[in-house]
């Protein structure tokens, strides 16, 4: 069946470093992929999204691009900001349906 | 305009007893979704609507858990007989359905947190 994996957490780092969030998935056909994020005490709210290959999604300075060759759709920001400590989840969507499975979750806390 | 409510925010309830979770999602949003969150896990998911019919209840954790929806709007899940390993964060989201790029964009409601003593 489809699958998310992304890196555990959490993950640490200073204001202005680099973010990576790796993202990888086993699907059949040609599924939507996600970034969702959970801001302390809020719900969760969709980051960006990607529905064919090579797309990019970008939003509030994170990008994934998605990598069919490699099934993956990594998180990326240049420069974090404190704003940014929060909880990170991959999903996918079938596109046979609209069943969505989520990856485990990365929570990622920046230092100031 | 209004985005996805649940009722109630917080249940507790003693181990046995039957409790009924609400979700109203976005007015126009044809898909709806049911999610459970353990403390410090990821999303669980349990089922989902397209309309009023659930095309693939295999989400679903056990027969004493079970969902319907009416009108192409609430819905509510029901757990049955509960148990402690019950208590979890029980989600609830809304998506456009139909067409188009934006049919699986989902927006959640607030959760109602479940205990069960």
């Known amino acids: 069946g489809n699958s998310v994996t992304q890196m555990e957490g959490p993950v640490t780092l200073s204001e202005e470093a680099f973010l990576t969030i ?3 998935y086993t699907a059949t056909g040609y599924p939507s992929l996600f970034w969702y994020v959970q801001y302390p005490g809020e719900g969760l709210q969709l980051l960006l999204k990607a529905t064919k290959a090579d797309d990019k999604g970008s939003n509030k300075g994170f990008e994934a691009t998605y990598r069919k060759e490699t099934t993956s759709f990594h998180l990326e920001k240049g420069s974090v900001q404190v704003s940014d400590s929060a909880v990170y989840f ?10 969505t499975i989520f990856g485990a979750g990365t929570r990622l806390f920046v230092k100031a | 305009g209004a985005g996805v409510s649940q009722s109630p925010s917080n249940k507790v309830t003693e181990k046995g ?3 009924e979770l609400r979700c109203d999602p976005i007015s126009g949003h ?3 979704y049911w999610y459970r969150q353990r403390l410090g896990q990821g999303l669980e998911f349990l089922i989902y609507f397209q309309g009023n019919s659930a095309p693939d209840k ?9 969902a319907e929806r009416t009108g192409e709007s609430v819905s509510t899940l029901t757990i049955q007989r509960t148990q402690q390993e019950d208590s979890a964060v029980y ?6 359905g139909g067409f188009g790029g934006s049919r699986y964009e989902q927006y959640f409601g607030p959760g109602t947190r479940l205990t069960v003593t």
Request: glycine residues 8%.
């Open chain 2, 91 to 96: 989600l609830c989201a809304s998506s456009l």
């Open chain 1, 90 to 99: 991959c999903a996918l969507s079938d596109t046979g349906g609209f069943k």
């Open chain 2, 58 to 66: 295999s989400g679903l954790p056990s027969d004493r858990f079970s």
């Open chain 2, 17 to 19: 007893k039957d409790v």
């Open chain 2, 30 to 32: 044809t898909a709806l």
């Open chain 1, 22 to 24: 790796n993202c990888t």
